[in-house]
Protein backbone atom coordinates (compact mmCIF):
# COMPACT_ATOMS: atom_id res chain seq x y z
CA UNK A 1 0.00 0.00 0.00
CA UNK A 2 1.41 3.36 -0.96
CA UNK A 3 2.65 5.42 2.06
CA UNK A 4 0.66 8.50 1.42
CA UNK A 5 -2.60 6.27 1.30
CA UNK A 6 -1.41 4.87 4.59
CA UNK A 7 -1.04 8.33 5.91
CA UNK A 8 -4.04 9.70 5.02
CA UNK A 9 -5.97 6.73 6.38
CA UNK A 10 -4.24 6.99 9.49
CA UNK A 11 -4.75 10.81 9.78
CA UNK A 12 -8.63 10.47 9.40
CA UNK A 13 -9.03 7.69 11.49
CA UNK A 14 -7.01 9.51 14.54
CA UNK A 15 -9.11 12.90 13.86
CA UNK A 16 -12.37 11.02 13.65
CA UNK A 17 -11.26 9.76 17.32
CA UNK A 18 -10.22 12.99 18.63
CA UNK A 19 -13.64 15.10 17.33
CA UNK A 20 -15.82 12.03 18.71
CA UNK A 21 -14.36 12.05 21.87
CA UNK A 22 -14.15 15.80 22.06
CA UNK A 23 -17.69 16.12 20.79
CA UNK A 24 -19.46 13.82 23.02
CA UNK A 25 -17.54 14.50 26.62
CA UNK A 26 -18.36 16.54 29.32
CA UNK A 27 -15.32 19.15 29.11
CA UNK A 28 -16.34 21.56 27.03
CA UNK A 29 -16.58 24.10 29.74
CA UNK A 30 -14.20 24.15 32.99
CA UNK A 31 -14.66 26.21 35.64
CA UNK A 32 -17.00 27.41 38.32
CA UNK A 33 -20.26 29.92 38.56
CA UNK A 34 -23.25 29.76 36.62
CA UNK A 35 -23.93 30.19 32.60
CA UNK A 36 -27.11 31.65 32.84
CA UNK A 37 -29.18 32.05 29.03
CA UNK A 38 -26.25 30.69 26.44
CA UNK A 39 -28.15 30.75 23.06
CA UNK A 40 -24.39 31.16 21.43
CA UNK A 41 -23.26 27.53 23.33
CA UNK A 42 -26.53 26.14 21.99
CA UNK A 43 -25.86 26.92 18.67
CA UNK A 44 -22.51 25.38 19.11
CA UNK A 45 -23.83 22.55 20.71
CA UNK A 46 -26.14 21.96 17.64
CA UNK A 47 -23.04 22.61 15.20
CA UNK A 48 -20.52 20.54 16.82
CA UNK A 49 -22.08 17.60 15.98
CA UNK A 50 -21.74 18.26 11.88
CA UNK A 51 -18.07 17.87 12.00
CA UNK A 52 -18.56 14.34 13.02
CA UNK A 53 -21.07 13.64 10.25
CA UNK A 54 -17.55 14.85 7.91
CA UNK A 55 -15.45 12.62 9.64
CA UNK A 56 -17.46 9.28 8.98
CA UNK A 57 -18.19 10.26 4.93
CA UNK A 58 -14.61 10.62 5.17
CA UNK A 59 -14.14 7.23 6.48
CA UNK A 60 -16.69 5.22 4.16
CA UNK A 61 -15.17 7.17 1.34
CA UNK A 62 -11.61 6.36 2.07
CA UNK A 63 -12.66 3.04 2.69
CA UNK A 64 -14.56 1.86 -0.38
CA UNK A 65 -11.94 4.29 -2.51
CA UNK A 66 -9.27 2.34 -1.22
CA UNK A 67 -10.48 -0.72 -1.97
CA UNK A 68 -10.98 0.54 -5.07
CA UNK A 69 -7.37 1.26 -5.82
CA UNK A 70 -6.74 -2.10 -4.57
CA UNK A 71 -8.46 -3.70 -7.35
CA UNK A 72 -8.21 -1.41 -10.40
CA UNK A 73 -4.99 1.31 -9.26
CA UNK A 74 -4.97 4.66 -9.26
CA UNK A 75 -7.38 5.24 -12.12
CA UNK A 76 -8.76 8.84 -12.81
CA UNK A 77 -12.51 7.78 -11.17
CA UNK A 78 -10.34 6.63 -8.25
CA UNK A 79 -8.70 9.40 -7.64
CA UNK A 80 -11.62 12.39 -7.57
CA UNK A 81 -13.13 10.96 -4.52
CA UNK A 82 -9.93 12.36 -2.70
CA UNK A 83 -11.26 16.18 -3.45
CA UNK A 84 -13.85 15.37 -1.82
CA UNK A 85 -12.42 14.15 1.02
CA UNK A 86 -10.53 17.37 1.30
CA UNK A 87 -13.67 19.61 0.49
CA UNK A 88 -15.37 17.32 3.96
CA UNK A 89 -12.19 18.23 6.25
CA UNK A 90 -12.45 21.68 4.76
CA UNK A 91 -16.30 21.65 6.54
CA UNK A 92 -14.96 20.04 9.39
CA UNK A 93 -12.17 22.69 9.94
CA UNK A 94 -14.69 25.79 9.75
CA UNK A 95 -17.36 24.24 11.36
CA UNK A 96 -14.84 23.17 14.30
CA UNK A 97 -13.41 26.95 14.64
CA UNK A 98 -16.92 28.33 14.61
CA UNK A 99 -17.91 26.29 17.45
CA UNK A 100 -14.87 26.65 19.92
CA UNK A 101 -15.34 30.63 18.96
CA UNK A 102 -18.90 30.83 19.86
CA UNK A 103 -18.09 28.88 23.03
CA UNK A 104 -15.41 31.09 24.12
CA UNK A 105 -16.82 33.88 23.62
CA UNK A 106 -20.08 33.00 25.19
CA UNK A 107 -17.96 31.75 28.22
CA UNK A 108 -15.48 35.30 28.20
CA UNK A 109 -18.70 37.10 28.39
CA UNK A 110 -20.39 35.35 31.93
CA UNK A 111 -16.72 35.35 33.10
CA UNK A 112 -17.53 38.67 35.98
CA UNK A 113 -16.58 38.75 39.87
CA UNK A 114 -15.66 35.44 41.41
CA UNK A 115 -16.35 33.28 38.08
CA UNK A 116 -13.78 31.89 36.01
CA UNK A 117 -14.87 29.84 33.61
CA UNK A 118 -12.57 28.95 30.05
CA UNK A 119 -12.52 26.00 27.76
CA UNK A 120 -12.13 22.64 28.96
CA UNK A 121 -10.28 19.39 27.60
CA UNK A 122 -13.17 18.61 25.13
CA UNK A 123 -12.29 21.85 22.71
CA UNK A 124 -9.21 21.43 22.66
CA UNK A 125 -9.44 17.76 21.30
CA UNK A 126 -11.82 19.20 18.81
CA UNK A 127 -8.99 21.73 17.95
CA UNK A 128 -6.54 19.23 17.96
CA UNK A 129 -8.87 17.24 15.02
CA UNK A 130 -9.33 20.35 12.97
CA UNK A 131 -5.36 20.94 13.44
CA UNK A 132 -4.80 17.81 12.14
CA UNK A 133 -7.66 18.00 9.43
CA UNK A 134 -4.88 20.30 8.08
CA UNK A 135 -3.05 17.11 6.65
CA UNK A 136 -5.62 15.52 5.88
CA UNK A 137 -6.83 17.72 2.95
CA UNK A 138 -2.88 18.16 2.00
CA UNK A 139 -2.72 14.67 1.42
CA UNK A 140 -5.73 14.37 -0.22
CA UNK A 141 -5.10 17.19 -2.88
CA UNK A 142 -1.77 15.02 -3.23
CA UNK A 143 -3.22 11.61 -3.98
CA UNK A 144 -5.77 13.07 -6.22
CA UNK A 145 -3.10 14.79 -8.63
CA UNK A 146 -1.11 12.12 -8.72
CA UNK A 147 -0.18 10.71 -11.76
CA UNK A 148 0.71 7.19 -12.15
Known sequence: MNASLFLLGFLIVICSILDIVGT????WIVGNGSLPGLTWIDVAGILINLPVGCYIGMLIIFGVNTRLIRNQGFTDSNRTPFYVIAGL???AIALIVACVIM???SINSYNY???NNQLGYSAWLCIASACLSIGIIGISIHLARRKI
Open 89 to 91: ALI
Open 24 to 27: YTPG
Open 113 to 115: GYY
Open 103 to 105: VGC
